[in-house]
């Protein structure tokens, strides 16, 4: 399990990671989401004791990182998957690691295996693709057997193959009963992934819960209204303190309501409807809408 | 024991500890070779043997040593270290003493060399280990590289990268230290306590030609001893310096 407690990062007058608590729990994935510069990776360097909070504290399975005794045990980590000596064989990057935690060079093979790297074993890590990299990087985090895993945007830059290697292996480690964190600025993808949701937009938290509740919560929530009295209904439902928008086709696009309030609302003045939908935005929508003041690099988007 | 064995293995496992090595062999015995093939055969002296090792070879064992720091800097293996290893002192201490232990190693190897091969060019000169100081002046180069290596290390962890840590250290020891016993009167008085005249002080031979020795000149205040004691000094605390910024700052 993974506890941050009012985690804060400022780097001089920019605050990174702003009073950030959350919990990840074992036996399934929880995704990290937020926008590009939303504090995720800063936040997980701190859960990995690499980089010194400004305050707040972040403890796994009750310690913090740099008590653990052979962390790689205990935690697995993939943050960057070029974090290797380029002139450095993938063998001897897995063996210097397993011997600073007092594991056998069995398990560089075993790991090896695991991931399908024992052809290149003996390439430079320098030459890889980014899937192989990536693939290192997993052999990497699993080299303890750890209990808890973190992967920061893991299948960023994979094809297609590689995405659903890297998701199945994920869900896999956390049906184990493991603690799987993984960010990534994709609520598509996260969607797919994680059970669980963190979301944070500049460094703060916006919403921890299963990705299901997060979902329906962000995105049925405008209704598609077409009626020949709409200049009676328009004003009536503004009353009630819905938002009413112009919509395609001469019809309005209602949001705030649920169908059946709208239905019942039209009845109840008489009005015709020839149409009534609720309308399901795109994840995409849903994830801007939320975090959408919380972007750190806006760019307008054609208007 | 086991942090020794990681760095060895993080050491041997890339190219460039090689080509360094190889490199300061080559230009250190291969000094000695172009003096003692280009003297005439009689005139050679041991003190003539050490150029090449404790002038030349030394500026590119620096430049391993820092590598060995900065590459992990440049392509964030340092971040990997630390993970595996979360006490960043004992994983940097690690690195220093193997890095170190290398280039002591190396610089007996190159003082050596030299001077077997400045007697098989040169059979008819009197290249015979007497006294105490000829041995301190081809067994010391061995010291000054280990010390020599702590304090490339250290200037490597607070630099972080590879070109500024060499640019440091080259013109710190081959023209900072010089130049600055130009500066009239005082020049030469600071130079005393600067830490690669110290090394200097210690490898000198005293007595014969004065001028064929580095740091001739120098009124050191300290015994060749204490010259070395206090290279060391230096090299240490730059050390805890090095390791107390790495301790605090973000990796």
Known sequence: ??????????????????????????GRVTGFLGPNGAGKSTTMRMILGLDRPTAGRVLIDGKPYDQLHRPLQTVGALLDAKWVHPNRSARAHLRWLAKSNGLPGKRVDAVLDAVGLTQVAGKKAGGFSLGMSQRLGIAAALLGDPKVLLFDEPVNGLDPEGILWIRTFMQNLAAEGRTVLVSSHLLSEMALTASELVVIGRGKLISQSSTAE??????????????????????????????VRDGADGALSVSGATSDQIGDIAAANGVVLHELSPQRGSLEEAFMQLTGDAVEYHAEIGK | MTLLA??????????????????????????????????????????????????????????????????????????????????????????????????????????????????????????????GAEWRHIAGVGLLYGIGAVLAIAVGILVRQTAGAVAILLVWNML?????????????????????????????????????????GIDFKLSQWGSLAYFAGIAIALLVVALVVAKRRDA
């Open chain 1, 1 to 26: 399990m993974i506890e941050a407690i009012g985690l804060t990062k400022r780097y001089g007058r920019t605050v990174a990671v702003d009073d950030l608590s959350f919990t990840v729990q074992p």
């Open chain 1, 214 to 243: 997060f979902v329906d919560r962000s995105t049925g929530n405008s209704v598609l209204v077409r009626s020949p009295q709409l200049f009676k209904l328009g004003p009536l439902l503004v009353d009630k303190g819905f938002t």
């Open chain 2, 176 to 216: 900072l230290e010089g130049l600055i016993g130009i500066i009239p009167k005082v020049g030469v008085k600071i130079q005393a306590w600067l830490p690669f005249q110290n090394a200097n002080n210690f490898l000198a031979l005293g007595g014969g030609n004065p001028a064929e020795q580095p740091g001739a």
């Open chain 2, 6 to 131: 990681v760095e060895r293995i993080k050491l041997f496992s890339t190219r460039s500890p090689y080509w360094c090595t190889a490199l300061a062999l080559v230009l250190g015995v291969g000094l000695t070779a172009i003096i003692a093939g280009t003297t005439e055969n009689g005139q050679m002296s041991v003190g003539l043997t050490q150029f090449g090792s404790s002038q030349l070879a030394l500026a590119v064992v620096l430049v391993m040593s820092a590598l060995a720091v900065t590459t992990e800097y440049r392509f964030n293996t340092i971040r990997a270290t630390f993970l595996a290893v979360p006490s960043r002192t004992s994983a940097l201490v690690a690195k220093t003493a193997v890095v170190a232990f290398i280039a002591a190693v190396l610089g007996e190897i190159i003082a050596f060399g030299s001077w077997g091969l400045a007697k098989v060019m040169s059979p008819a000169s009197d290249l015979a280990i007497n006294t």
